[in-house]
């Protein structure tokens, strides 16, 4: 592939062009988007009674791995924050190729599933079913998107800022409503979990850990926001309370309201089945607009993250790159990049392998990322080694479990993990060697 003329990368980033709210709004943005509304059933039906607690102990992880996330955005913050990371610790070369693109795939993964839940949740509106319905939803979704992010950083971070305002505030009246309603009683949650293996909760964990990674999409915007060294950690802690409390907040009121067979039978759309009982039919259609402004804006800030870092991957020369006659920065075609691929995989997939390959990418990507600090810049980031071999032992174990339930449930996931990731570890050793 003929690689674009790099002359102009100064134009894909705006320094200073993004808020410590605006980044906390495009953080919240991923993570609501994608976890709340994509994940609630898909959790259920594998933690079962335990899916609160799977929440609760995913955002646990997800604390401990952010603090290498802290650690590196402190001491180089950039656009593309993951990619840089990688480098640091590994240099510029097979290994920080693999594991960046690990990440970038975990990600466009994550726009295709919060696409589909988007669709799902709108579908639900709308009287007649028809098999196109779903992906054509998921699909128009990504190319508004598109658009969306091809205008200004200070037009996106506000729109991102009024976005998650609403949907923070809607989830936070409809799981209080909900509560209210059910007289502050958890029948599904607080049942003896006797369905429950511990295996299918430590999935559960592992898939949790899903809504909470978009934390990591701070990072990749570390060269736009103001005072970086200061406050993309802030973004970073910050949007991790919000999400977590509101988490708990909806998983509680969605336990009280439906059994657990009743979730994992409405996985797609369980926040909408969950507000009929309380609200009627009233609810179910403000459960979905809320819904579809958590998953418009999850998939705008997560496309906006994640196209700089392959921007930047690009620009260190550790992926091939064409513009295809497209004019404008390398931001801007990758932007392109990143949409074309989701849509595929929205057009194409279900929710619950879409959402099991994005996990199996992810954690391997933040175990990496976690070595990297503490074999090769513990010193330099002054980190705490126990809070890294923590970070890493987690991962590990929830890793491991899950890939058992999955190998026992659904081997064909494991499959496409393991030949997507030689394909990309192929890809990227045999385009060094070529560009060397």
């Given amino acids: ?10 134009q894909d980033y705006q320094k200073s062009s993004l ?3 605006g980044a906390v709004s495009l953080g919240t943005g991923v993570m609501i988007g994608a976890g709340i509304f994509a994940l609630t059933g898909q959790v259920a039906q594998l933690a079962r009674e335990w899916f609160v607690l ?3 102990c995913g955002g646990i992880i997800a604390g401990f791995s952010a603090y290498s996330y802290v650690k590196l955005a402190k001491a180089y913050p950039s656009a ?8 640091k610790a590994y240099g510029k070369g097979s290994v920080t190729a693999i594991f960046a693109l690990l ?3 975990s990600m466009v993964i994550n726009e295709s599933l919060v696409a589909r839940t988007f669709a799902s949740y709108t579908s639900q509106l709308i009287s007649f079913e028809a098999q196109w319905l779903i992906p054509l939803l998921a699909v128009g979704l ?3 998107a598109f658009f969306i992010n091809i205008l200004s950083n200070q037009f996106i971070q506000t729109f991102s800022f009024f976005m998650a305002f609403v949907k ?5 009246i409809l799981a209080a409503g909900g509560l209210w309603a059910s007289g502050i009683q958890f029948e599904s949650i607080s049942a003896i979990p006797e369905e429950a293996t511990g295996g299918g909760i430590l999935a559960g964990i592992a898939l949790s850990i899903l809504a909470y990674k978009g934390f990591t999409t701070i990072t990749n915007s570390g060269g736009e926001i103001v005072e970086p060294k200061r406050n993309v950690g802030r973004a970073i802690i910050i949007s991790l309370i919000i999400c977590a409390l509101i988490y708990v907040l909806v998983t509680l009121a969605v336990g009280s309201s439906l059994s657990i067979d009743e979730i994992v039978k409405a996985k797609d759309y369980a926040l909408a089945e969950a507000a009929r009982p309380v609200y009627g039919e009233t609810g179910l259609w403000v459960t979905v607009a809320f819904a579809i402004v958590a998953t418009v804006s999850g998939v705008i800030a997560s496309a906006f993250a994640v196209s700089r870092m392959l921007a930047m991957l690009t620009n260190m020369k550790l992926v091939p790159h064409s513009h295809f006659g497209m004019p404008g920065s390398i931001q801007k075609h990758t932007l392109v990049y990143t949409i074309v691929m989701a849509m595929i995989l929205a057009a194409f997939f279900d929710l619950s392998r879409i959402a099991s390959l994005g996990a199996i990418f992810y954690i391997v990507m933040d175990i990496a990322i976690h070595w990297g600090v503490l074999r090769h810049l513990r010193q330099k980031v002054n980190a ?5 071999v923590s970070a890493i032992t987690l991962d590990v174990i929830v890793l491991a479990a899950f890939i058992w339930v999955k190998w026992t449930s659904d081997p064909l996931v494991i499959w496409a993990s393991l030949i997507g990731m030689a394909l990309i570890a192929a890809g990227e050793i045999l385009f060094l060697r070529k560009k060397r």
């Fill in 142 to 144: 990504l190319v508004f």
């Fill in 1 to 10: 592939m003929a690689e674009h003329d790099h002359e102009h990368g100064h």
């Fill in 80 to 87: 593309g924050g993951i990619a840089m990371f990688l480098s």
């Fill in 384 to 388: 705490n080694i126990y809070i890294l």
């Fill in 54 to 56: 799977a929440f609760v």
């Fill in 19 to 21: 808020s410590l709210w």
């Fill in 103 to 105: 990440m970038y795939f």
């Fill in 168 to 172: 923070t505030l809607g989830l936070v």
